[in-house]
């Protein structure tokens, strides 16, 4: 979300709190949430790209609320199908009034393709109903789908042949196409909610969702670009909340939580990008004082960038009477790399652990019972950490990026379980404060080093620059 984008949502918001709520509640979120992922698109060289991905996404939110709730259209669920399916028609129709200054109504493509893949869609649903096997296959079929689509676009050589193959089929020349060419806002958020709900399908399966609701948890505006993701049972439960919260401790925390989110992300993130690591500053650098320097305000300028962002969803959310869980909890004052990990991004840290960490761990220890609890620990922790790394992007820096933390968390489990018992003279009162102020100076210094590899673009830039420094 840009600035602009902020203020009329959240204005929009305050309007329909004071007037509407809570009868029009869940509607006015519903539609605020489909206009805004047309909104956040950012314009593709690729023609008509930047219309048709919030498309596809809202096609996938259909298709998998069929399969997941089998218990039929209500009348609500065929009034929510219109209206989504309408929606980008609506926006043609605006189209040819020559209204101007719009990208994702300019960005229309003909009435012809709009219509033909609408009907492919509604022909997907159709069959998904009618023949139960392809309900059987079809979260599989979805679940590989998107983790496809996640790799494809976190690889800049798997993104520029996907653009390549865009172009052509659009007319256009595949001599320009490029990585940057696509770029899918929120996708990354949408998949893992989705994911969540598809593995999750037998558990909330009885729940009776409504198609609303469930399109409203996958693309809902606040947290669309930048998290946090949030699981559904506790969205449901405040989208659906009954009884009306207090407006003015809403309205109060939600502004706040805006303007906090304003100073971080465009103050004080924005100030430290001037001067923090990159590529192109880091080759001019020779003396390790401003090395340091620059990697101190690169440490910073990431995390309030991030903690920005979603200081402002958690604030429009909060003025929407919706409460979104915290992402950040001072984790550059822990006291080692696990209690950062459980504060820094904290529902995407608890999504692996979720899906992939403990399951991961038990299956392993029911299946191979000889391998030690020490190489399961070591493994675990290490893939997970890798995988993170790879969620931003499918590149080596980011693999040992992974790695780097992986370790980091493995050598915290075997102090903790080997060490730290035989010094607990140090929770004495007069070495307590010491001992904090060591841990926590040793643990930022070791997530700060390796934001190095976050930072640069390749191995060679970040060997060059961890020798620099040192």
Do not use: C
């Not at 219109?82 to 493509?109: V, Y």
């Not at 022909?123 to 789908?145: C, D, H, M, T």
């Amino acid at each position: 979300m840009v600035l602009n984008q902020i203020l009329i949502l959240t204005v929009i918001l305050i309007f329909f709190r004071i007037f509407f709520w809570p009868r029009s509640k869940r509607r006015v979120l519903f539609i605020l949430s489909l206009v805004a992922i047309f909104w956040f698109q950012t314009p593709s060289t690729i023609r008509h790209l930047s219309f048709w991905l919030p498309t596809i996404l809202l096609g996938i939110s259909v298709l998998a609320w069929r399969i997941i709730f089998s218990k039929g259209f209500s009348k609500e669920d065929y009034r929510t199908f219109i209206l989504i399916f309408g929606l980008p028609i609506i926006f043609f129709l605006i189209r040819l009034t020559g209204i101007t200054g719009i990208n994702f109504i300019s960005g229309s493509p003909q009435l012809f393709s709009l219509l033909l893949v609408q009907s492919l869609i509604v022909i997907l649903l159709i069959v998904s109903i009618r023949f139960a096997f392809i309900k059987n296959i079809f979260p599989g079929f979805l679940l590989i789908l998107l983790f496809v689509l996640l790799i494809s676009l976190k690889s800049q050589a798997l993104a520029e042949q996907l653009s390549s193959i865009l172009r052509r089929l659009s007319g256009q020349s595949t001599s320009m196409a490029s990585s940057f060419d696509i770029s899918w806002v929120g996708f990354s958020y949408f998949a893992f909610r989705l994911i969540h709900m598809l593995v999750d399908r037998k558990r909330i399966n009885n729940t009776g969702t409504s198609l609303m609701d469930f399109v409203t948890f996958l693309v809902f505006f606040p947290a669309f670009t930048a998290g946090p993701i949030d699981r559904y049972e506790y969205f449901s439960a405040e989208l659906n909340r009954s009884e009306e919260k207090d407006l003015n401790s809403d309205f109060l925390e939600g502004i706040t939580r805006i303007f906090t989110g304003l100073f971080q992300k465009f103050i004080l993130a924005d100030s430290l990008a001037l001067i923090a690591l990159n590529s192109n500053s880091a080759t001019t650098i020779n003396k390790p004082t401003w090395l340091w320097i620059n990697l101190y305000a690169y440490a910073f300028r990431i995390f309030f960038d991030f903690s920005g962002y979603t200081q402002i969803a958690i604030g429009i959310a909060r003025i929407a009477g919706v409460n979104l869980p915290e992402n950040f909890k001072r984790p550059y004052l822990s006291k080692n790399i696990t209690l950062f990990w459980n504060s820094w991004h904290i529902t995407l840290t608890q999504w692996f652990r979720t899906y992939y960490f403990n399951p991961v761990t038990r299956f392993i220890r029911s299946n191979y019972k000889k391998v030690t609890p020490v190489l399961i620990i070591f493994f675990s922790q290490i893939s997970t950490m890798v995988l993170i790394g790879l969620w931003h992007g499918i590149s080596w820096n980011f693999v040992i990026w992974g790695f780097w933390n992986g370790l980091g968390l493995f050598i915290h489990n075997r102090w903790s379980e080997k060490i730290k018992p035989k010094l607990s003279f140090l929770k004495d009162k007069p070495l307590i404060f010491p001992y904090t102020l060591v841990s926590v100076f040793f643990t930022f210094h070791y997530v700060v080093l390796g934001w190095v590899w976050f930072a640069m673009p390749t191995v060679n830039e970040s060997l060059t620059i961890l020798g620099k420094l040192f």
